[in-house]
């Protein structure tokens, strides 16, 4: 079956220390995203990919860095820069045309204590 | 720039009675409008979507009518069930960007 697969589902880390966050689809899509969920809260932009070697900044992409590499994979570090980076975060996919609906990632719970 | 406006929650409805979650939107194209679902401590999954003005989206009991005079997108059950509760989001992108503009959520209980 094709999808998006985030792992760890949960994930624990001291403050200063840098994490990553991953996320592979299978969907053969060229758009990826990663986003931040707070609670209660909508969802937040931190960075997009359309196509692989090429990253975009979103709303709140401070303290945050990504690669694209491969098309099916768009890993996200948590630096220690980020002063808030207890969140649930997740990752998106969708075709290269703006009409299509995004696909998403169980999402990782991350706490940082 | 665009945006999407949803009515707060959460709404609490008693099972089987008719449910409408409002959301209006702003933006600068013609946009593509969506609606997920997020069920606890899970990611988003697309209930329905729309293209284009006048399109009816529907899908598991649930509809929204793209209204582009009143550039709307509600949310309409007919007769909601337990497992309906979850937290709902209306979004929308428009042809040229890669961004995905989302609307706040709305959490949606229905009792027994």
């Known amino acids: 079956d094709g999808g998006i697969t985030q792992s760890p589902k949960y994930l624990f880390r001291k403050e200063g220390q840098n994490v990553t966050l991953s996320c592979e689809q299978n969907l053969n899509h060229d758009a990826m995203y990663w986003y931040r969920q707070d609670p209660g809260q909508g969802l937040r932009l931190i960075y997009y990919s359309q196509i692989v070697n090429d990253f975009q900044k979103g709303d709140i992409a401070e303290g945050y860095s990504v690669s694209r590499e491969k098309k099916e994979s768009f890993p996200l570090t948590v630096t220690s820069a980020q002063k808030n980076p207890t969140a649930f975060y997740l990752c998106?996919?969708?075709?290269?045309?703006?009409?299509?609906?995004?696909?998403f990632g169980p999402g990782t719970r991350l706490t940082v204590t | 720039g665009d945006s999407v406006t949803q009515m707060e929650g959460p709404v609490t409805l008693s099972e089987e009675a008719f449910l409408t979650i409002n959301c209006t939107y702003t933006?600068?194209?013609?946009?593509?409008l969506f609606w997920y679902v997020q069920y606890p401590g899970e990611g988003l999954q697309l209930l329905l979507k729309?293209?284009?003005?006048?399109d009816k989206g529907s899908n598991k009991g649930f509809e929204a009518t793209y209204r582009k005079e009143t550039t709307s997108f509600h949310l309409e059950k007919g007769s909601v069930q337990v497992s309906d509760s979850a937290v709902y989001f209306c979004a929308l992108t428009t042809s040229g960007t890669y961004k995905y503009i989302f609307g706040t959520g709305t959490r949606l209980k229905v009792l027994a």
């Open positions: 933006a600068t194209g013609y946009p593509s």
């Open positions: 998106a996919s969708s075709m290269a045309e703006p009409s299509y609906e995004q696909y």
């Open positions: 729309a293209t284009k003005a006048d």
